[in-house]
């Protein structure tokens, strides 16, 4: 009678909650394009070109899968993973890796995930208030050259990112 009883009151409680005809069927999801992301890498390129540094700089989605990634000439090879941990780390926290530079100075668990790079670098990319990517990118002397960079890159297509319908 008792497990009768808690079954009632567990069912009870799942239909207190959203109504089937309340929930969603499907899901939009706002993607960034693969021009997009080509215009960000390249223009991240064009920027650090510009203060002589060679850089490699990977742009994923908002699921931290890589669009693109460009190496300079120059760059070193580790520039490609750097560059991909640093961008798949800012998509998943949804931050600036310059704000999260010290947030794990011990060793907690989350830092030693792997594919997770807590050093500037790497920004999130978001649309009309909806993430949708984020660039890294590995190469220069600071990670605040990196940053910037990334920056240049992003700002290249701001407007089209402030203006997205979603």
């Known amino acids: 009678m008792l497990r009768t009883s808690i079954a009632a009151l567990v069912l ?12 969603p069927v499907v899901v939009k999801i706002p993607r960034l394009t693969l021009e997009a992301s080509e215009k960000i890498a390249q223009d991240a ?38 560059s991909k941990q640093k961008a798949f780390t800012a998509v998943n926290f949804n931050a600036p890796l310059s704000t999260m530079e010290n947030r794990f100075t011990k060793p907690f668990a989350v830092g030693k995930v792997d594919g997770l790079v807590f050093s500037a670098g790497g920004v999130p990319i978001s649309a009309a208030g909806n993430i949708v990517g984020a660039v890294g990118v590995s ?10 960079c990334a920056l240049e890159g992003i700002k290249s297509i701001q407007f089209e990112l402030e203006s997205a319908s979603l």
């Open 139 to 148: 190469g220069a002397a600071t990670g605040e050259q990196d940053e910037a």
């Open 45 to 82: 390129i064009a920027a650090c070109r510009k203060q002589g540094i060679q850089i490699g700089v990977t742009v994923v989605d908002r699921s931290g899968d890589a669009m693109v990634f460009l190496r300079d000439t120059l760059a070193p090879k580790i520039t490609i993973e750097i």
């Open 12 to 23: 009870a409680g799942f239909s207190v909650g959203a109504n089937a005809q309340d929930l």
